[in-house]
């Protein structure tokens, strides 16, 4: 059952997941145990989504199902327990592209952090107040255009100036980004993809 | 400064889905979803305003780094020259597929209408490189039937050619006249927008076979390569 579940869940088989949740809180299985194991399978679709396997369509119906699943689960008292960890994530200001970043905060979220989502034309002070209202050590900023790398820049540089550079990671992405952009903004990482905002979110939470 | 709206627009479910259907298969096998792909379908065919505003400028002079024109701006960096040189005229327009299906796109999102959300997003940002493929087409019959010659076109941004001459273009051409606005920073709104130039002129132009995509900075990192245009 156990593999089985998360395996159903990264097929995107939504009669199944929802099958083997309802056969599970019914033989007594701990709805959290469940939990989890929907959370591995969205692990698993990020992953089909980097090599090409898998669609956009296929994440935001990951999305859908773990919803509908979290959502029955949590209702059984299922909880994964304590999140993995905060992060803030908006699309910078000027900028109103909001697929690949909503993208970004659903696989996070489906891997268990917390995520506080800013939308989409974020100034730098609005970033900063968020991370200091929720102690989130990791910011994520999203942006499609080259005109986007300056408020990026603009933001670091706010964080600096608050005080939080030390203790706040922060990493980036958007179609156009690239190593000499994040150089300019002074940012910690660059992201291709969701699958690499949640293995940074990984190696910086689990530090 | 002439304002085109009379596009049919093409909506062909079928080729849709022979060109991006391996993209939905596995959405598409759940329940209800067929039918939200056909009521999708019918939606942008229904919100959709296509609109062009363009005009035809005359070239004082090409500079290895800018266009000048008649009127004495400077546009166009990048590979503007190389695509356009020897052109006597650009022709500037700016298409758009109106702000109903940007606004019903987030509409969607706010109801929890993900997938619809999705799909009209997609369909929204393919019309309007239909349309601009179209207002394409029609620039080169109407250069050919004067017994001249088109290059292939560029939009500003999408190669060395910056964005920045997004503020050029709107200074060239009043494109509130078909609803389209550019923000501060330089974003086209409603989203569902595209500025584009080519050369007309008496030679042929640029490298033949060439399209916009072959001079964009994305290069093969764009999943959409080659594919901007038309459903
Ligand atoms: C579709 C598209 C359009 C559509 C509209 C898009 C929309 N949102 O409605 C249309 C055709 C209308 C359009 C128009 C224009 N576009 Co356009 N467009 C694109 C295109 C091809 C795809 C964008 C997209 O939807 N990607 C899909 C999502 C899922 O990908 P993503 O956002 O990148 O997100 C992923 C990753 O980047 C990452 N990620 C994203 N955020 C974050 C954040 C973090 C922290 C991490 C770790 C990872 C991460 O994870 C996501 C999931 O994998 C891009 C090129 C490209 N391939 O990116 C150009 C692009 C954005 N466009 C560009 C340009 C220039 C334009 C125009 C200005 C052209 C013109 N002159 O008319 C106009 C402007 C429109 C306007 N309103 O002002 C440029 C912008 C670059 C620049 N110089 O500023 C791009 C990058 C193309 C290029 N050649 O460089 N465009
Ligand atoms: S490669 Fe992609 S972003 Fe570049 S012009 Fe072609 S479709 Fe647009």
């Not at chain 2, 296509?50 to 002079?61: D, G, M, N, R, T």
């Not at chain 2, 939009?155 to 060239?172: K, M, N, Y």
Request: charged share 20%.
């Amino acid at each position: 059952m156990a593999n089985e579940l998360a395996m159903a869940m990264a097929d995107l088989d939504e009669e199944k997941v929802q099958a083997l949740v309802k056969a599970g809180l019914a033989g007594g299985v701990d709805p959290s145990a469940l939990l989890n194991e929907c959370r591995e399978g969205m692990t698993l679709i990020g992953q089909r989504f980097e090599t090409g396997e898998y669609y956009l369509s296929d994440l935001i119906m990951a999305g859908e199902i773990f919803k509908t699943a979290a959502a029955d689960l949590a209702a059984q008292g299922g909880s994964s327990g304590p999140t993995k960890g905060k992060v803030v994530m908006g699309t910078v200001k000027g900028d109103i592209h909001d697929i690949g970043k909503d993208i970004v905060v659903t696989m996070l979220r489906g891997a268990n952090y917390e995520v506080t989502d800013l939308g989409v034309d974020v100034p730098p002070a609005k970033f900063i107040e968020a991370v200091k209202e929720t102690g989130a050590p990791v910011l994520g900023m999203s942006g499609l255009l080259t005109i986007s790398f300056d408020p990026m820049k603009e933001t670091v540089a706010a964080l600096q100036a608050a005080g939080l550079r030390g203790r706040v990671k922060v990493m980036i992405g958007g179609g156009p980004v690239s190593e000499q952009v994040r150089e300019y903004v002074g940012a910690d990482a660059l992201g291709v993809d969701a699958q690499a905002a949640v293995a940074l979110a990984g190696q910086w939470l689990a530090a | 400064m002439p304002i085109l709206r009379d596009w049919r627009l093409t909506f062909d479910q079928a080729q849709f889905m022979q060109e991006y259907g391996h993209t939905f298969v596995r959405i598409l096998r759940r329940p209800g979803m067929p039918e939200v792909f056909d009521a999708t379908f019918r939606e942008i065919a229904e919100l959709a305003e296509p609109a062009v505003i363009w005009e035809s400028f005359p070239v004082q002079e090409m500079r290895h780094e800018a266009v000048i024109l008649a009127g004495g701006q400077r546009i166009g960096n990048g590979p503007v020259t190389t695509v356009m040189g020897g052109a006597s005229h650009l022709a500037i327009g700016v298409c758009t597929v109106g702000a109903a299906v940007s606004d019903r796109i987030h509409e969607h999102k706010e109801a929890g209408e993900v997938v619809r959300s999705m799909l009209l997003d997609q369909l929204g940002t393919l019309a309007v490189g239909q349309l601009s493929q179209r207002f394409y087409d029609w620039l080169k019959t109407d250069a050919t039937s004067r017994g001249l010659h088109i290059s292939t076109y560029l939009s500003p941004g999408e190669s060395e050619w910056s964005v920045r001459d997004q503020a050029v273009i709107f200074d060239l051409l009043d494109a509130t006249q078909i609803g389209v606005s550019l923000t501060e920073s330089l974003l086209m709104k409603p989203i569902k927008s595209l500025s584009l130039m080519a050369g007309i002129g008496s030679q042929p132009m640029g490298v033949p076979g060439t399209t916009h995509c072959d001079y964009c900075t994305m290069g093969d990192r764009c999943p959409f390569h080659g594919k901007h245009a038309g459903i």
